[in-house]
């Protein structure tokens, strides 16, 4: 991979990740103004007999839950994208998307964590 190329994917993968995460945003505000919604619903349609008051503390809990989850899926994407684009190492396997292993490679032209080279060179 070129150091043009390198750059190129660099970019590409931040806006992606930049598009991800206001996706994260919008979900994680939209769900979060909905809470009393969900709750309300909740008290309309629950059969007599069971106490819906555990819905105080099960729903706000159900609520982190499922952000925690789509967060993890956000990880693994990430790694994903960084994969397809060429910004993992192929000798360590290390991610070089930060900003410090970024300028290390375009600068050295070799991965900041094992030293070896990533970049060819060019003519």
């Not at 979900?27 to 909905?34: M, Q």
């Not at 956000?74 to 190492?89: F, M, R, T, V």
């Given at each position: 991979m070129k150091k043009d190329d390198f750059?190129?994917?660099k970019k590409k993968?931040?806006?992606?990740?930049a598009?991800?995460?206001i996706l994260y945003f919008i979900?994680?505000?939209?769900?979060?103004?909905?809470l009393n919604r969900i709750r309300h619903f909740i008290y309309y349609y629950y059969p007599p007999g069971i106490n819906v008051h555990l819905?105080?503390?099960?729903?706000?809990?159900?609520y982190l839950l499922i952000m925690a989850m789509i967060l993890g899926v956000?990880?693994?994407?990430?790694?994903?994208?960084?994969?397809?684009?060429?910004?993992?190492?192929r000798y360590c396997k290390s991610n070089l998307t930060n900003a410090y292993s970024t300028q290390?490679?375009?600068s050295t032209k070799n991965c900041g964590h094992c030293g070896k080279q990533i970049l060819d060179d060019e003519l």
């Open positions: 750059i190129n994917s993968h931040h806006r992606i990740m598009f991800i995460g979900i994680f505000t939209g769900l979060g103004l909905n819905t105080n503390f099960i729903i706000p809990l159900l956000c990880y693994l994407i990430n790694k994903y994208i960084a994969s397809q684009l060429g910004l993992i190492c290390i490679v375009i």
